[in-house]
């Protein structure tokens, strides 16, 4: 009888120690997330002039909101705008990070702690504070460089694409560097008897090993190009080229706290939401037997 107590107990304690994770995920994501749908699928009617109790109701519309969102054209061109500025963000972070991982893991680096932490400390800065900073410097007062305005409509994509670049470099870079320092040095000593060079072992054996983890930061990176909110947010009051609508998380905030459609923003949240998924997966699928080994 004691020892059945005793395996009941331990069998009872894994469920005892993931009570708080299940906890904060029904109340943080299970929670909103039903919310969400809840909200997407209704709207509020108005009977007679809107006054009086009784005259605004809510009712179950189904799919419609939804309906609405996916053919909204404010919609798919701030999609337009993000896929501009989330392929310039990718490119350009991602391909900063693999070389600066690849230069301070590099057999002949000078100052690699200092460098690491360099790097890496812009992404210590909060974003809010970050677009702050490089909004001021956009300012045209304080940067008369060849008398490019750097919030005008050609260059607005840029400067925010900037900001995302110098915060998120130093976090993809970090990753990539702890994947390199992970490899066998072995593997460098043989191609160096091989007469390979710095460049060539590079190219040759540190890029190829690398694949899973740079394919794991691009899924990350994709999610939150995405979910751009926070410097076009910032940038906003310094400048008329940015739109209240310019990325879709714009236009659910717009749609939520300005206009106090909670449920075309929950519906165009929904539509965000599957928009992230078909991507995220469908790069996933696409590259899957590089990252895992799988076959198609």
Not at 73 to 85: K, N
């Amino acid at each position: 009888m004691h020892r059945r107590h005793g395996g009941a107990r331990l069998s009872a304690a894994p469920y005892l120690f993931l009570t708080p994770a299940i906890v904060l995920f029904i109340l943080f994501l299970a929670v909103p997330i039903g919310y969400t749908v809840h909200l997407a699928l209704r709207r509020t009617r108005v009977s007679g002039l809107g006054l009086g109790k009784g005259s605004r109701r809510e009712v179950f519309v189904g799919l419609d909101n939804l309906r609405a969102a996916v053919s909204d054209g404010e919609l798919w061109a701030g999609w337009l705008r993000v896929l501009g500025y989330g392929t310039l963000v990718l490119v350009v972070m991602l391909g900063l990070a693999l070389l600066f991982a690849l230069l301070l893991d590099s057999a002949h680096v000078r100052l690699a702690r200092f460098s690491r932490i360099a790097i890496f400390l812009p992404y210590a800065v909060p974003g809010v504070v970050a677009s702050l900073l490089w909004g001021f410097l956009y300012l045209p007062s304080l940067t008369p460089i060849g008398g490019i305005d750097f919030l005008s409509a050609s260059a607005v994509t840029y400067s925010m694409a900037n900001v995302a670049v110098w915060g998120g470099t130093g976090f993809n870079m970090l990753v990539l560097y702890t994947n390199l320092r992970a490899i066998p040095r072995s593997y460098y000593e043989a191609a160096r008897m091989d007469g390979a060079s710095e460049l060539a072992i590079a190219l040759r054996v540190k890029i190829p090993i690398l694949v899973p983890a740079i394919i794991l930061t691009t899924v990350f990176s994709i999610i939150a190009t995405i979910q751009v909110f926070t410097e076009p947010t910032t940038l906003r009051p310094l400048t008329n080229t940015i739109s209240s609508t310019w990325s879709p998380l714009m236009k659910v905030y717009r749609d939520a706290f300005v206009t106090g459609d909670l449920y075309s923003a929950a519906a165009t949240s929904l539509v965000i939401a599957a928009v992230s998924l078909v991507l995220s997966f469908g790069f996933l699928r696409v590259v899957r037997g590089r990252a895992f080994g799988e076959g198609r």
